[in-house]
């Protein structure tokens, strides 16, 4: 039975054509129509059979085919979160559930990333949903109305996945007899944190979680968004593209070498020591190869991070010697269509208000009252979650246009302290020198983009063995150059000749 389902699977994808379904199984995934979720007070809205190759998402097809449920939970007040769990044949099947988080303020299901899971030949049901809230298209500064009301925002990150896991959890056990043996979990961004409140909340949920690029202090996320925007918005405050694209390759001259190897990454931004003063302009200097004096105390300001005014607490951390040619979404649109709409909408309640008049005192209590109660995840305490046995694995680019490279550094120093000492057997974070948002950094396409991390999480979860290195492959610059990515405060280092093959690389 096994051996015809990969043959079938086979001739498939040789063939890239889709096929009639077989008849037995794809009515099988009808019978789950009329499966009840009552217990869970959830409800199947339809169930559809997709034959190998004849279902995508954005011109992606599936490899393999799948039953898709499509199902909804009701909750607090008039409120539903949708979601789906994609079901591949018994001999696609190797017994494990994995869900997938959101981006941003959720609103859909990320079909791109299950897709991607679907397709990664690791054995997986795939499970998603939308955040308990339907997109409204509305990403300026204006109304967001899933931000008035409580539970919509918890439902959001706290409760985004916990809602429907123990539902889809349902279906599989329904549709193919025998429960998942394990649960795994990735999300990257808004999806880091909604991984963070996982395994701060609902510790007993997944076996394995991975959280990108987590935005886990998402309300002082958003004042260092706003806080960037301030510094590079008065004046002639704003860093110009060619201007940041020379800061940074000043940065790289100075600090490239430091690891051993001259390979245009900094692996370790916190040992580099810049002085970002000696790029002021001067009388011969070219316009766009300086800085005015204004651009050094802006970029002061964003290297920083947030501070409040009356006691000089850091509110956040700030960026990284490196990150440089990142800052461009920093100097407008992060502020504009997250931090303004967040503040407007949850903590001023008013669709008029003006960024530049916040009181970077009285206004951090707001913003500590209003939205970081519902939407923070930064406990440093897992001890739950390392109780049951659950392994955590998390990833940041120290080029992270979104999120300070720091961030993850400072929070695996926190935990580390909290529960006194070495942490690695449950929590492990990698460090991308080079790397981005999610993935690749927009002006560094040299930098492999792909990161392999769920076949290592998975080995970490059944067989015991912890991931002692990642690695990363595909840069978007279509190179075959791969690099190994070390487990924090591991750094890789060339050992090989070739710089540009991840072996000759070894994590210390
Ligand atoms: C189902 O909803 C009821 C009523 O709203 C609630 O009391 C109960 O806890 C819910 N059960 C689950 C499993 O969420
Ligand atoms: C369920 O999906 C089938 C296709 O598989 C479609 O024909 C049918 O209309 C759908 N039913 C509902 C209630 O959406
Ligand atoms: C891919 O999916 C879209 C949306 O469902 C559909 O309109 C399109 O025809 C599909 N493409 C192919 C080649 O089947
Ligand atoms: C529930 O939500 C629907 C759709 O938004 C709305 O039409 C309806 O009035 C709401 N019901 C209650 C009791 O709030
Ligand atoms: C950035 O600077 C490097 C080195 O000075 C130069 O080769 C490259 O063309 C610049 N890129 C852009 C986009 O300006
Ligand atoms: C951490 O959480 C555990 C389990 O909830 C609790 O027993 C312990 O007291 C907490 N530790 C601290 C330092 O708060
Ligand atoms: C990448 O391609 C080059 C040229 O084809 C080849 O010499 C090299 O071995 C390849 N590197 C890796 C890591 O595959």
Redesign the pocket.
């Known amino acids: 039975m096994a051996r015809l389902c990969r043959l079938a699977t086979f001739l498939l994808v040789q063939a890239a054509v889709a096929v009639a379904a077989p008849a037995h199984i794809s009515s099988h995934c ?1 019978k789950l ?1 009329s499966l009840s979720l009552e217990q869970f007070n959830a409800s199947i ?5 997709h034959a190998a190759n004849a279902f995508n998402v954005s011109e992606t097809f599936n490899d393999i085919p799948f039953c898709e449920v499509q199902a909804q939970v009701p909750y607090g007040k008039n409120n539903s979160l949708s979601f789906v769990v994609w079901l591949p044949d018994e001999c696609d099947y190797q017994q494990r559930f994995l869900a997938v988080g959101n981006g941003g303020f959720a609103g859909t299901i990320d079909t791109v990333s299950m897709l991607k899971q679907l397709n990664a030949g690791l054995g997986l049901v795939v499970a998603g949903g939308n955040g308990g809230h339907e997109a409204t298209g509305n990403t300026g500064d204006g109304f967001l109305p899933f931000m008035h009301d409580p539970g919509q925002i918890r439902a959001w990150i706290h409760d985004g996945i916990s809602l429907f896991t123990s539902a889809a959890k349902e279906v599989v056990l329904a549709y193919y007899g025998k429960a998942a043996k394990k649960s795994y979990y990735a999300g990257c961004s808004t999806g880091g944190a909604q991984g963070y409140a996982l395994a701060q909340y609902h510790p007993h949920l997944f076996d394995g979680i991975y959280a990108g690029s987590p935005g886990f202090w998402y309300s002082h996320l958003m004042l260092s968004f706003l806080w960037n925007l301030q510094k590079t918005n008065v004046g002639g405050t704003s860093l110009r593209k060619p201007q940041l694209n020379f800061t940074a390759q000043a940065v790289l001259d100075t600090c490239d070498t430091l690891d051993g190897v001259q390979d245009g990454l900094i692996e370790n931004p916190l040992l580099c020591n810049f002085d970002i003063d000696s790029l002021v302009c001067g009388g011969s200097s070219e316009p766009d190869r300086c800085l005015s004096p204004d651009q050094i105390e802006a970029a002061k300001g964003i290297y920083a991070g947030p501070r409040r005014a009356d006691n000089g607490e850091i509110l956040y951390p700030g960026f990284s010697f490196g990150s440089e040619r990142e800052w461009l979404l920093q100097e407008g649109s992060l502020g504009n269509e997250y931090a303004v709409p967040v503040l407007r909408n949850m903590v001023f309640d008013d669709l008029n208000w003006d960024p530049s008049t916040f009181d970077w005192s009285t206004d951090v209590d707001l913003v500590g009252s209003r939205a970081s109660v519902l939407i923070d995840e930064i406990s440093a305490n897992l001890t739950s979650y390392r109780r049951t046995g659950g392994k955590f694995l998390t990833s940041q680019g120290w080029s992270d246009s979104y999120n300070a490279g720091e961030l993850p550094v400072s929070h695996l120093e926190d935990i580390q302290a909290l529960l006194g000492g070495d942490i690695s057997d449950f929590y492990r974070l990698f460090m991308i020198p080079g790397g981005g948002h999610c993935g690749a950094a927009q002006y560094s396409p040299e930098v492999p983009a792909e990161y392999h991390y769920l076949g290592p999480l998975i080995e970490w979860v059944e067989a015991g063995t912890p991931p002692a290195q990642l690695l990363s492959s595909d840069p978007p610059d279509k190179s075959n150059r791969t690099r190994k990515l070390c487990p924090w405060p591991q750094t890789a280092h060339l050992v090989g000749e070739n710089v540009n093959d991840w072996k000759n690389y070894r994590c210390e």
Do not use: L
Request: proline fraction near 0%; charged fraction near 15%.
């Open positions: 009808a129509r809205v339809n169930a559809t059979y």
